[in-house]
Each structure stands twice: as C-alpha cells, then as structure tokens.
C-alpha cells in the first residue's frame, strides 16, 4: 500500500529535550516536506527537499531541522524543543514529473506536546 | 502576507444540497491549484486539483472553477453528504514546488 509514515503518532517532551520525528514513504517520491497545523493558522510549511540531499526552508522553519539522506526518508529534528512547538505535524510527498506531480500525499500526523 | 486565504472559517449545509468552499489567492505565479479534505486524527486527503491553464475541472460530486483575473477559485460539491463534513484546505503552488495552503474551512452537512 502506498503510504507515508510518521512515528511516532503521539509525543509529550519537555523542553530542551532532543527528538526527532522520523517520516518514510514507499512511493518513490522525490519531494518531501514537513507541515505544522495550528488552530486559526492552517497548515504553514516548516521544510521541503526537491531530492536526496538538498534542502531548503518553508514558512516557519526557525528550531527545527531536516535531513535528506536517502530518497524515502525526511525525519525532523527539533534540537531543542519549545512549548510553542507543540503542535500537530504533517509529512507529505510528491512527485516532481508526470501528471500526478505536485498532488502532495501526506502522513497521519504526529501529534507533540513540549512542556 | 497570506498568499492564500480561505476567508468563512466554517460553513453549514443540509445533505442534498450545494456546498461552495472558496479560496482567494495573491500570487499571480500560481500555476496548479488543489483541495484537500480532512477529518479529525487523520492527514489531509487529496480531493481535486486544477491547473492555471484550464478553469473548470470535475470529478464526481466535486468541481473546481479557477477566475484567474479574480485571483479566486472555488470547489463545489453537489449534492452534499453527510460524510463530506471535514475541513478542506485550499492550496497553491508554482514552480518551485513550494505548496501555500489557506487555513481552512469546516463544513458541515446535516441530515
């Protein structure tokens, strides 16, 4: 089943505390970006990768970080977390040719809450 | 600067008649256009998409009309369901592949 994966679903942290919330997806996708959803703001983009290795900064990408080693995989870092990073988090993929191209597939979500 | 604005926060209509969501957007570099419909505890779903160079496109129950000299495009679902409450999120891009989503709209269809 094409699909993309975000684990953990559910995380409560505290503040300063290294996490990363890793993100996998079997479609051969060459894009990949984060989201987060806030009430009253929508879904802002935090980063995207056009392919391995290259990166780039979406909307609000201050605390966070990424890395694209391998094709299917886009984890989020966040090295030191903050309570105004709780959040809800979406991991999307896209082709970037084809018809289908920019139709973004996203993951479940993973919910954080920083204390 | 919201380049992309979906301004009815919610929308309320009976089952069997026309839902209109409408999106309002600034950048005149857009050049594809998409819907997303989302329930609680679950990633938005793609719905229907459209590119600058066409201004209608349907499937189904759901059809997107694009005014690009308005800026404005619109997805209409007809009739409505009941399983058609969720949020829909209105997005836009160009060549960047950078995706600017609006901040939604809940619509509910009652029975």
């Known amino acids: 089943e094409a699909q993309v994966t975000q684990n953990p679903r559910y995380l409560i942290t505290v503040t300063g505390k290294k996490l990363t919330v890793t993100c996998s997806q079997n479609m051969n996708h060459e894009y990949m970006s984060w989201y987060r959803q806030d009430p009253g703001l929508g879904l802002r983009q935090i980063y995207y990768s056009m392919n391995v290795e290259v990166t780039d900064k979406g909307d609000v990408p201050e605390g966070y970080k990424v890395s694209r080693k391998e094709k299917r995989n886009f984890p989020l870092i966040l090295e030191s977390p903050s309570p105004n990073q709780t959040s809800l988090y979406f991991c999307?993929?896209?082709?970037?040719?084809?018809?289908?191209?920019?139709?973004?597939?996203f993951g479940a979500g993973t919910r954080l809450s920083v204390l | 600067d919201q380049q992309v604005k979906q301004n009815s926060p919610s929308l309320s209509v009976q089952e069997g008649r026309i839902s209109i969501l409408n999106c309002d957007y600034t950048?005149?570099?857009?050049?594809?256009f998409l819907w997303y419909k989302k329930y609680p505890a679950e990633g938005p779903t793609f719905l229907i998409s459209?590119?600058?160079?066409?201004d209608k496109n349907e499937d189904g129950r759901f059809t997107v009309f694009l005014n690009k000299s308005a800026k404005h495009l619109s997805l209409h679902i007809v009739p409505s369901q009941p399983g058609d409450s969720a949020v829909y999120f209105c997005?836009?891009?160009?060549?960047?592949?950078?995706?600017?989503f609006g901040k939604g709209t809940l619509l509910t269809v009652n029975p």
């Open positions: 997005g836009s891009g160009g060549s960047n592949y950078k995706l600017t």
């Open positions: 459209i590119s600058s160079i066409k």
């Open positions: 999307a993929s896209s082709l970037v040719e084809g018809p289908a191209k920019n139709i973004q597939y």
């Open positions: 950048n005149s570099m857009f050049d594809y």
